[in-house]
């Protein structure tokens, strides 16, 4: 428990640090403009999900094309063919 609280104090997790509080993030260091999107992510975004949902039909579509398949199989009752 001692080294825990050494180390929190060595790290200056247990309160902050004064350093800590004039920085700023760069991710909002410029302010957003709402007028001009930016349509190069708007459109790499649906275009990501069209490909992504697309890739879900295809695959739902040859599962159930596989499960009719063997459902067949498993019906099948000729004694020649075993």
């Known amino acids: 428990m001692a080294t825990a609280l050494r180390a929190a104090r060595w790290l200056r997790l247990e309160g902050g640090g004064p350093g800590l509080a004039p920085t700023r993030s760069a991710f909002y260091a410029r ?8 349509w190069f ?34 019906q099948h009752k000729c004694t020649s063919c075993s």
């Open 41 to 74: 992510g708007v459109g790499l975004a649906f275009a990501t999900s069209a490909a992504l949902w697309a890739f879900l039909f295809k695959q739902h579509n040859e599962d159930v094309m596989e499960y009719e398949r063997r459902k067949q199989e498993r």
């Open 31 to 38: 302010k957003r403009t709402y007028d001009q999107p930016n």
